[in-house]
């Protein structure tokens, strides 16, 4: 499961990114619960230490930061404070709006909501909806450009990529003959490779 918290009202789209992420991260509420004490007893608490692995915010129902949830804080009052961590995998997240299911409709005001979806992190990319025409990641001439790009790389094309590849928040992903991948990134967008961890 995902956790979605709404910023609307409180996200400093012009403030620093610790500004940003104190309100992110946030002090959530659980249902009934006011102390500490209350959220060790509680079944709501417990879905959501279940569910603490992802963090995504949205303002007015539009995806402004995904994080890794690393741990979590209740305060006196029974709040929920994450600890977090980037997360590069999911930053092509950022800019989409939440899919149905996920976004808040009118007169839902609970600012927290559970989404069910696999910890894989490719699923988390279904939080969002699909691309409108004319944004990045949608069909047509914005990813008919990123293919071109793409087999304009040198290597992209020797080997040339098997039939394994796919569409991801406007990246374009391909699998080589040998293994390799072939990330190609939209205009104003870059790619991190991070390391996998041993041990």
């Known amino acids: 499961m995902a956790v979605v918290v709404n910023v609307s009202h409180r996200y400093p789209r012009a403030g620093s990114r610790d500004e940003q992420l104190a309100v992110v991260r946030g002090d959530w509420p659980v249902p ?14 417990q879905e959501l230490l279940d569910a603490a692995d992802v963090l995504v915010a949205a303002a007015s129902n539009e995806i402004v930061d995904v994080q890794r949830i690393t741990g979590l804080q209740v305060d006196e009052g029974g709040h929920v404070r994450f600890e977090t961590a980037d997360e590069p995998a999911l930053v092509g997240l950022v800019g989409r709006r939440l899919r149905a299911g996920a976004a808040w409709e009118p007169g839902e005001s609970w600012p927290v909501k559970l989404v069910e979806v696999s910890r894989d992190l490719t699923e988390y990319l279904d939080l969002a909806a699909p691309a409108e025409p004319g944004t990045p990641g949608a069909e047509g001439a914005a990813g008919e450009e990123s293919r071109a790009a793409s087999d304009a790389l040198p290597g992209a094309s020797d080997p040339t990529p098997v039939g394994v590849s796919r569409d991801l928040g406007g990246f374009h992903l391909s ?5 390799d ?7 104003g967008r870059s790619v991190t490779v991070v390391a996998a961890q041993i041990g």
């Open 181 to 187: 991948l072939v990330v190609t990134a939209p205009p």
């Open 175 to 179: 699998l080589t003959d040998d293994g």
């Open 32 to 45: 009934e619960v006011d102390t500490p004490e209350a959220f060790a007893e509680s079944d709501d608490a």
